[in-house]
């Protein structure tokens, strides 16, 4: 079945970085774009990045452009997402997304990974 195991949260100070990391597998890793998302407490869920199956295209939310790097390795069928600069309002639990899995085109979610950003 299809797994989405996020890793890489923590408490950091602002102004520090965390590299989070989505370990998947079930489906055929290479030939899916993968998300990130967060969800901040009281928020709905917003997308944050998103890279296509060969990393061709990537697009980030406005919020996060220039601070916030996403990536793949399909020889590891991983996604990561590499966060410089963060700020109090980064807070939110981040998860991992893939979309259009199998004949049924589903969608799969990760448990979650919190990154809280604090002094």
């Known amino acids: 079945q299809v797994q989405l195991v996020e890793s890489g949260g923590g408490l950091v100070q602002p102004g520090g970085s965390l590299r989070l990391s989505c370990a998947a597998s079930?489906?055929?890793?290479?030939?899916?774009?993968m998300r990130w998302y967060r969800q901040a407490p009281g928020k709905e869920r917003e997308l944050v990045a998103m890279?296509?199956?060969?990393?061709?295209?990537?697009n980030y939310a406005d919020s996060v452009k220039g601070r916030f790097t996403i990536s793949r390795d399909n020889a590891k069928n991983t996604v990561y997402l590499q966060m410089n600069s963060l700020k109090p309002e980064d807070t939110a639990v981040y998860y991992c997304?893939?979309?259009?899995?199998?004949?049924?085109?589903?969608?799969?979610w990760g448990q979650g990974t919190q990154v809280t950003v604090s002094s």
């Open positions: 997304n893939v979309r259009d899995v199998g004949v049924l085109r589903r969608s799969y």
């Open positions: 079930g489906f055929t890793f290479s030939g899916n774009a």
């Open positions: 890279i296509t199956s060969t990393g061709g295209t990537i």
